[in-house]
């Protein structure tokens, strides 16, 4: 059974840092971009962040020198290290596998995970 799965989220003050993981199973990683999608209360979900096949990533203006992406197949996982994080940032946080091995822009994504939540407030 194919799944996404992400955890690592939680409520952290406004600087502070966090690491999501999107554990993926019933696929073979190698072959798939990954992305990570996030929306806040009343708000459309927005792409944040994309990493292809290769490790080549992507990144929305708003998290650029924040957020890093990163993924590591051996062990089925794709990060998302969360650093200097902002009130703005308090979202779920969604991964997804996009219908192919390359980024380009946030759309054709067939499969998600549930999310997580992540709060950021003093």
């Known amino acids: 059974q194919l799944q996404l799965v992400e955890s690592g989220g939680g409520l952290v003050q406004p600087g502070g840092s966090l690491r999501l993981s999107c554990a993926v199973s019933?696929?073979?990683?190698?072959?798939?971009?990954i992305g990570w999608f996030r929306q806040a209360p009343g708000k459309e979900r927005e792409g944040v962040s994309c990493?292809?096949?290769?490790?080549?990533?992507d990144y929305v203006d708003s998290v650029k020198g924040r957020f890093t992406i990163s993924r590591d197949n051996a062990k089925n996982t794709v990060y998302l290290q969360m650093n200097s994080l902002k009130p703005e940032d308090t979202a779920v946080y969604y991964c997804?596998?996009?219908?192919?091995?390359?980024?380009?822009?946030?759309?054709?994504?067939?499969?998600w995970g549930q999310g997580t939540q992540v709060t950021v407030s003093s």
């Open positions: 997804a596998r996009r219908r192919s091995y390359y980024c380009s822009g946030y759309r054709g994504y067939d499969y």
């Open positions: 019933g696929f073979t990683l190698d072959y798939y971009a």
């Open positions: 990493i292809n096949s290769s490790g080549s990533t």
